[in-house]
């Protein structure tokens, strides 16, 4: 059974900043990529940053320069390092982990972020 477990979501003022982070169970033997997501109220599910098992970044426009991904020290963990946050980055933030480009990929349960005053 793969696991994926999200943590480090809470309450920011704007101009804050949060670290995500993000592990996958060991039984995952391969990673193609791992990304996060997120989901605002009466909104869809969207890309926010994406790092390759070879750890080349990709980031949506909205976050870039304020936002970074990169890999954990541990096997199968990927952090998101939010700084200057905003309210519109308000909702609920989950982990992707895909083990090749042709699978959907495993889903965390997310962890929400609030950004407010």
């Known amino acids: 059974q793969v696991q994926v477990v999200e943590s480090g979501g809470g309450l920011v003022q704007p101009g804050g900043s949060l670290r995500l982070s993000c592990v996958a169970s060991e039984t995952i033997r391969t990673i193609y990529e791992m990304g996060w997501y997120r989901q605002g109220s009466g909104t869809r599910r969207d890309l926010v940053a994406r790092?390759?098992?070879?750890?080349?970044?990709d980031y949506t426009d909205s976050v870039k320069g304020r936002f970074t991904i990169s890999r954990g020290s541990a096997k199968n963990t990927v952090d998101l390092q939010m700084n200057s946050l905003k309210p519109e980055d308000t909702a609920v933030y989950y982990c992707n982990v895909r083990t090749s480009l042709w699978t959907p990929g495993y889903w965390g349960q997310g962890t929400p972020v609030t950004v407010s005053s």
């Open positions: 790092i390759t098992g070879g750890g080349t970044p």
